[in-house]
């Protein structure tokens, strides 16, 4: 099977027909609370090398299709962050939940 033969994967969008009708806003967006506070979080597991950018891009690309069209783009960044820090043990499942307010 070479490259023309795989199937795409959801998180690929480029050249998809159904994303190409749709108008691309190319405005300056004004970043949230929230999405900076994400940001900030990645640059500091990054500075203290608890994760790479790359283990950033492949949490983003492992969320179920489902999950990845409905979460926004730094929502996918949290859901990402979230994983690795879980899988790497840095943080635990009842240590989220604690800061979750129980949720």
Same mark, same amino acid.
């Given at each position: 099977?070479?490259? @023309?033969?795989?199937?795409?994967? +959801? +998180? ?6 159904? #994303? ?8 300056? +967006?004004?970043?949230?609370? #929230? @999405? ?15 994760? *790479? ?8 690309? *492992?969320?179920?299709?489902? @999950? %990845? +069209?409905? !979460? $926004? %783009? %730094?929502?996918?960044?949290?859901? $990402?962050?979230?994983?690795? !820090? !879980? ?8 240590? !989220? ?7």
């Amino acid at each position: 099977m070479d490259n @023309d033969e795989l199937p795409r994967a +959801h +998180h690929d969008l480029g050249g998809v027909p159904k #994303f190409l009708c749709e108008p691309v806003d190319v405005e300056p +967006h004004a970043l949230t609370d #929230f @999405d900076k506070e994400v940001d900030a979080i990645r640059q500091i597991l990054g500075a203290k090398r608890v994760m *790479s950018v790359d283990e950033l891009r492949r949490g983003i690309e *492992s969320i179920p299709e489902a @999950d %990845y +069209h409905r !979460l $926004s %783009y %730094y929502r996918r960044w949290i859901r $990402s962050i979230t994983d690795n !820090l !879980l899988r790497k043990g840095v943080i635990t499942e009842a240590e !989220l939940r604690a800061a979750l307010g129980g949720a």
